[in-house]
């Protein structure tokens, strides 16, 4: 396994997560990766949707556990958890095999089904999320309480804007609420995906008083969506679990893991080798042990010890 701006599963053509072109690009999950301009795109049916149009024919759409060949690879997706349409990836090379995972959720939702796993000899698997603090509540509760709070916003007339970090948790966030019944307007990129999704009723935010869903990178946006509007604003993501300032409440809505549930998944895979990406890739790796091992983009080494 090597990175080189997205990981390379040594032994095999496919890259995972690429962000530059690769001739094949296993997709863990809309948010991970551009259309760009890769050869062919393995991923399942909703991520290729939600990739939008531009792919040729060439791309493999294929279900989670329906087990594929390419070439002499043998390749089956499972669920990750991450969201709609995410899944893993595990390549057996022929007494060899490996598990790229992308980030992982055990969470069971509507819009999405938990983690599953699979015993590997290696083991790839994004982290987030991982430090000792990183504990978070059920999901299902951090739902309920949002629409709860959504509702008793639009009761006192005022428009609640939840906050999100990417537009695939926005199109959760909106699938999660619209189910329980509160109506949903987002911001464009959310409502692009969510019409890829066939979600129906995610509209643009207007006169008449909705859920708003925004990206949290957005605030100007925002701000001239709703010019003269009453409105309350909540953050619904795993950060939330670092507090809520600059927001007039927050839910700790994860899109992955928290450190105990990625933990106890690494271990029920069994794999003699883990390589860990992502924020808190560090914490969990040490945690792991020694099999395990960060890898991802160069790191700036530090000229004088803190």
Known sequence: MTWRDGVHLTGTPIWCDARRRRDICFVSSVDRVGRGAH???IATPLTLALLGDGGGG????VPVRKRFTLGTLRLELIPSGRGAGAAALLVDLGGRSTLYAGAVRGAKIASCDPAEVRS???????????EEHHRFPRLDEAIAKTAAWAKAELAAERRPVVFCDTALDGLEIATELA???APVSAGRQIRELAARAKLAGVTTPGKEPRVVVWLDSDHAGLAKALAGKRFATALASGRAIEGGDGYDTSFVWASAADRKTLLAWIASASAREVFVTGPCADAIALAVGPKARVVGPPRQMALFAP
């Open 179 to 181: 189910a329980r019944g």
């Open 58 to 61: 060439a791309d493999l759409a």
């Open 120 to 130: 590997c000899d290696a083991l790839v698997v994004h982290a987030p999320f991982g």
């Open 39 to 41: 050869g062919q795109l």
